[in-house]
């Protein structure tokens, strides 16, 4: 990337000013290179000078001036300008952009593809919703920016595996087999009442005729305190499959359903089960403590505030024991270098414990990150809206999709931060207009495809186009925003902030609207300014369906 040959160009530049004396021996801080936020001031700027300042007892402006004179030529730089008070602006060379139009259809669907991860193994896990009722809308958040964060990673070098953790033991497990049971033997006439803490949703009753239309009465007689295991997990199992349905319909596949209870069971050849080997591991550690007739994580070692109870008096393990031996199983069993979990913000309590949790297994929490995300309500215009009471008052992923369709559901539910609360316009997001963002960008990607098509038909070609003849303005600015797609996946998948790609869709879609206003593209007098044109719009539909693509969105070819 340009980006990078600036940065090296800036190195090799204040090095050379130290071997000359043209600046003191310091420590040269890593050399950063950004966009700077008015045009005016150049396509990429550093501000080494000022970081170089008082180390090197200099004026920022004049340290500027010294490492601009010691800049090595470059094709791609017209211009390498010292700013006060002590940047140097750098303007890319025009023709060097143009030509940027052949690199970008050289490398086809892989433009945008960065060397960053160097194959090291990533493994995201998001949505992991209980399997104990459908998919709520805000689930629908947490899926699309875990889908888009992986499609990222692996664009940017990356081994990336999709993982949902299907909980199907622990405490609401069985309020969900107590519940199910009480729907299932009301189909039998028994009269019992679902729990005080059981999930009331009509979901339940649908759920409890579909397991006696298979299992008949064989548990109507069961005691209600004690669920039957088939029934639990068969429950659960019809349950995860609507889930992987729901999740289809989004757009979004995994590569693993892993199965909590897998935790408890020993693997073959005798390496035991994942939550004995963690519990082991810390308790080897010296960070297992009894108190109170239960065991407990001694988290406030590792400077937590407070200490966190792994197995209770009752001797069954807590959640939080059971995540710990999913991220030793992680980590430890299966071998990967980086774990993303994205979780609701109702987890957000949870984050440094777990942290902490592995760093006491003896991982890097580095090697952990935890992405909160913040809640979603929908809206009519001003109207807010519930969507479903069939699962008792929720508003349901499916009916979201069903209603705005998944292009638009995964636009918009990425489009902002994840640590910021959005707002869904359902309107908005089903409007056939400009005012309707993954619309306007379908639309840009569907004109490009009509303009060639067009083309062809009218016998006009790219082949053989100089893209030396493209210097019109809008031209290389359309240039310049196609060449920030690398940028972007490499600065995503260091930050895992997906909710940039949809704005650079719209970016890029502007960009273009404005060359077609701007540029004829078909012109039977200027025929070679044709083709080179084309050209440009063949990287621009390229690099408009990279993006799209990337947000599992759909890059149509008419609209």
């Not at 009894?290 to 807590?318: C, H, M, Q, Y």
Request: glycine share 8%; charged share 25%; proline share 5%.
């Amino acid at each position: 990337m340009i980006r990078d040959d600036l940065s090296a160009m800036v190195e090799t530049a204040a090095r050379a000013a130290m071997d000359h004396g043209e600046l003191p021996r310091v420590v040269l801080p890593e050399v950063t290179i950004e966009r700077p936020a008015r045009p005016e001031h150049g396509d990429y700027a550093t501000s080494l000078p000022l970081r170089l300042a008082r180390a090197a007892r200099a004026d920022p402006l004049e340290i500027a001036r010294r490492l601009a004179g010691r800049l090595p030529a470059s094709g791609a730089v017209a211009a390498a300008e010292p700013a006060p008070p002590g940047f140097i602006n750098f303007r890319l060379s025009e023709a060097w952009l143009a030509s940027q139009v052949d690199a970008i259809m050289a490398a086809g669907a892989a433009f945008g593809d960065v060397a960053l991860g160097g194959g090291r193994r990533v493994q995201v896990e998001f949505v992991s919703a209980n399997p104990t009722g459908p998919l709520t809308a805000g689930n629908g958040r947490g899926a699309a920016i875990g889908d888009v964060l992986a499609s990222v990673l692996q664009a940017a070098g990356y081994q990336v595996e999709r993982e949902y953790l299907v909980n199907d033991a622990g405490t609401q497990t069985d309020v969900f087999g107590r519940t199910l049971l009480a729907r299932y033997q009301q189909l039998f006439g028994r009269d019992v009442e679902i729990p005080a803490d059981g999930y009331p949703g009509e979901y339940m009753v649908d759920l409890a005729r579909r397991l006696k239309d298979e299992l008949g009465a064989r548990y109507a007689d069961a005691s209600i305190d004690a669920p039957p295991e088939e029934l639990v997990l068969r429950g659960i199992d019809v349950m995860v499959e609507q889930i992987g349905e729901d999740m289809k319909r989004l757009g979004v596949r995994y590569d693993e359903w892993f199965r909590e209870r897998s935790l408890y069971q020993d693997e073959p050849g005798g390496a035991g089960n994942a939550y004995d080997a963690a519990m082991q591991t810390l308790r080897g550690k010296g960070y297992l403590v009894e108190k109170e007739g239960a065991l407990w994580f001694a988290s406030t070692e590792l400077g937590e505030d407070k200490d966190n109870v792994v197995i209770r008096s009752t001797g069954k393990p807590t959640y939080f024991a059971s995540d710990i031996a999913y991220h030793f199983d992680k980590f430890a069993r299966r071998g990967f270098d980086l774990v993303i979990d994205i979780w609701g913000a109702d987890h957000q309590g949870h984050v440094s414990r777990m942290k902490a949790a592995v760093e006491a297994i003896g991982v890097d929490p580095d090697h952990l990150d935890i992405i909160i995300y913040q809640l979603v309500s929908f809206r009519r215009g001003d109207e807010l809206v519930r969507l479903s009471k069939r699962a008792g008052n929720l508003v349901l992923m499916r009916d979201v999709v069903d209603e705005v369709g998944a292009d638009a559901a995964r636009f918009f539910f990425l489009a902002r931060s994840a640590d910021s609360q959005m707002e869904f316009d359902l309107e908005l997001a089903k409007k056939q207009a400009a005012e309707n963002p993954v619309y306007y960008v379908q639309y840009a990607h569907a004109r490009i495809a009509g303009i060639l098509a067009n083309a062809a038909e009218r016998g006009f070609s790219a082949e053989g186009g100089d893209v030396r003849l493209l210097a019109h303005p809008a031209e290389l600015d359309l240039v310049r925003k196609m060449l920030q797609l690398p940028e972007l996946v490499q600065m995503m998948a260091r930050s895992k902030e997906p909710h940039h790609l949809p704005h650079y869709a719209q970016d890029l879609a502007t960009a273009f609207h404005a060359f077609y206003t701007e540029c004829r593209v078909l012109d039977a007098d200027a025929r070679p300014l044709s083709a080179a044109r084309l050209k440009l719009c063949g990287a621009a539909r390229l690099t408009l369906a990279r993006a799209l693509g990337l947000m599992g969105v759909s890059a149509p070819e008419r609209m």
